[in-house]
């Protein structure tokens, strides 16, 4: 019997592209490119969404998503579902990358082989898993149809001398056409002896990051029909359940005498959905549909997104200032060149990824133990990790992390 619930989420991520989107449904056999910009223009902007079971032939000892084994007929057996994150490989939306790195327990890290590795995205998504702590890998060389055997072989030495000295270093590296679903077997049977479901305790209390926000009713319904906003993201630890009582921070964001001041937002869970599976309790894995009894003009437009939803009372601060231990990379990755990363100065504006929130903070003391005031507030504890960005030319690169003190 297949699961109600994804137990892991894993990220698919590697420079614009290389296949991840078209991979992702190999995997699960949907599309994640749904919204009408990104059909226009052939990319993901959105980080989108999908699940896959992965079974396994107890004859033929064969990894598949099928029901029945393609090499013997056999009938599959469930190992686990997967919840696939595919993000956006632009450099234009590597802060979009990095927030789907924050809800991830693993990843896939894309290269395709009819170009020359690693690409300037390739380069800052591994080290944006790095920054985010995502250790547990697999890369897929990809579009092998496209080019020789030689090339295939050589761009293998590319990568290899790519991952050398990175949390990647280890990582196997399975050659794959997802196009046309050549050696698929082989990566789920990489990411199954790679990629393990960590150990959640249910015992915690519950703790969500918030990616998305909706208001699902469609225009023209009539009062006695309206449902209450939607908040969407990934339970980090613990256990939601229908008829609880949720909050959420920061929340609502409001301008009173020309400053900005936040409002938390509570409200009971009255339904739970995982890609359209109904859902009676959520656990860490997979995206989390939570229909609320909030005013649906609270959460249209990912008003909510980069909050973080939980029991009341028990939420991180929400901060409007923060303290950072730095630790700067030697080099800007993501650009053509790489520039030395200079270091960070008093008044310099920086973009900073705070779980699936993002803000800009002002440096007001630089230095190791670095001071900042933020923009937005956001919600974090001590020990948290932040990504640091910086602009250089008319782009956000990546230079660093720094941890909550």
Request: glycine content about 10%; aromatic content about 2%.
């Amino acid at each position: 019997m297949e699961p109600k619930q994804a137990e892991i989420n894993i990220g698919m991520i590697g420079h614009v592209d290389h296949g991840k989107t078209t991979l992702t449904k190999a995997l699960s056999g949907i599309w994640t490119d749904t919204h009408s910009e990104e059909l226009r223009r052939g990319i993901t902007i959105r980080l989108g969404y999908a699940d896959a079971v992965f079974r396994k032939c107890p004859e033929c000892n064969e990894y598949t998503v099928e029901k029945k084994c393609p090499k013997c007929g056999a009938e599959t057996e469930v190992l686990r579902k997967v919840s696939f994150v595919d993000a956006p490989g632009h450099e234009t939306l590597m802060a979009t990358m990095l927030t789907g790195a924050s809800l991830v327990d693993g990843a896939v890290l894309v290269i395709a082989a009819n170009e020359h590795c690693p690409q300037p995205q390739t380069k800052e998504h591994l080290m944006g898993l790095d920054i985010i702590g995502v250790k547990n890998i697999v890369i897929a060389q990809n579009k092998i149809e496209l080019v020789s055997k030689e090339r295939v072989i050589e761009n293998y030495k590319e990568i290899k001398e790519f991952i050398k000295g990175t949390v990647a270093e280890n990582a196997p590296i399975i050659p794959i056409s997802a196009q046309h679903s050549i050696n698929i077997n082989a990566l789920i049977e990489a990411i199954e002896k790679n990629i393990p479901t960590p150990k959640r305790d249910e015992n915690v209390d519950p703790l969500m990051f918030v990616a998305r926000s909706f208001d699902v009713n469609r225009p023209g319904i009539p009062p006695e029909k309206l449902v209450g906003g939607v908040i969407g993201g990934s339970l980090k630890q613990g256990v939601m359940r229908m008829g609880d009582e949720i909050e959420i921070r920061p929340g609502r964001m409001k301008k009173e005498q020309n400053k900005i001041v936040y409002r938390d937002l509570r409200s009971e869970i009255v339904s739970l959905n995982t890609l359209g599976v109904e859902l009676e309790e959520a656990r860490p894995g997979g995206l989390i549909g939570i229909g609320t009894k909030l005013d649906p003009s609270l959460t249209k437009a990912d008003a909510l997104a980069g909050s973080v939803a939980g029991k009341p009372g028990t939420l991180p601060p929400l901060l409007n200032e923060l303290t950072l231990e730095i630790h700067l990379l030697e080099r800007v990755v993501g650009s053509e060149k790489e520039l030395k990363v200079e270091p960070i100065k008093r008044k310099e504006m920086l973009m900073l990824n705070v779980g699936t929130g993002k803000t800009i903070g002002i440096v007001k003391n630089p230095g190791k133990h670095c001071e900042l005031s933020l923009k937005l507030s956001v919600c974090a504890n001590k020990g948290d990790r932040v990504a640091i960005s910086r602009r250089i030319g008319a782009r956000w690169r990546l230079i660093g992390y720094g941890i909550i003190e």
